[in-house]
């Protein structure tokens, strides 16, 4: 055999292991792919596991209050004249006041806030800033033949403002049967920001960073430009 042949043959045997190479990576990706998958699943049906005796097949029956004309059109009103002061970008402090029934009527009747619809009435505010809703939340489905399940029951918020950063998050939940959520299961909905997805509204966003102090009231809540006095040291 000549010197070329050999060559020729060795080349041959070269190309010959490239294919099953690449077959033999394309498996183990295939293989790493299908545990991350079936990791998901598992790690979901479990987690779900743990969740059922705090949720419902169905929905409940979220009350709506609609409100008159009159007062829809005042509570727009104050927030129209609220959004075009802070717009302004004028020194003045100013103040926008909202009550329980305020945020349930924009709730009945704002597109803006109708992910909110039938999911959520707030029913009391405290002067200690302890917000509390009637809630239905659809929760996520970890398998697509899973039967939706929902959150009913009575979530507990807290609203917190410092100097431009504003957050809502949940600090409770107590289920329509009464029970009260474990600590483990809450610790992840006490780290999320419950306001995050209309941060992506730039307007939105942008005037929650000009908001510097809130005022709790009984069933009434006032957001402020105006930054809130620092005790002496």
């Known amino acids: 055999m000549s010197t070329e042949e050999i060559i020729i043959k060795d080349n041959e045997r070269k190309g010959s292991n490239s294919p099953k190479l690449g077959c033999a990576i394309l498996c183990l990706l295939l293989a790493f792919m299908t545990g991350i998958v079936i990791q998901i699943i598992v790690s979901g049906a479990r987690h779900l596991e743990e969740l059922i005796p705090y949720s419902d097949s169905e929905p409940l029956d979220i009350p709506e209050e609609q409100g ?4 829809l059109n005042g509570i727009r009103s104050k927030i129209k004249t609220f959004d075009q002061r802070i717009s302004s970008n004028s020194s003045e402090p100013t103040e926008l006041s909202l009550s ?13 806030l109708s992910d909110l619809r039938n999911e959520y009435f707030f029913q009391r505010i405290k002067s200690d800033g302890t917000i509390i809703a009637l809630c239905s939340r659809k929760m996520r489905k970890f398998l697509p033949w899973q039967k939706r399940k929902y959150w009913n029951g009575e979530m507990t918020l807290k609203l ?5 950063a504003v957050f809502l998050r949940v600090s409770n939940f107590k289920s329509g049967n009464s029970l009260s959520m474990p600590e483990n299961l809450l610790q992840k909905w006490r780290t999320q920001d419950q306001l995050k997805m209309y941060k992506n509204d730039e307007h939105f966003a942008d005037s929650l960073k000009k908001i510097n102090s809130v005022i709790f009231a009984e069933n009434s809540i006032t ?3 105006e930054k809130p006095i620092q005790p002496d040291k």
């Open 160 to 164: 917190e403002v410092l100097n431009g």
């Open 68 to 71: 008159t004309e009159i007062e």
């Open 223 to 225: 957001l402020s430009t």
């Open 100 to 112: 329980v029934k305020d945020i349930n009527i924009l709730i009945a009747n704002d597109n803006y």
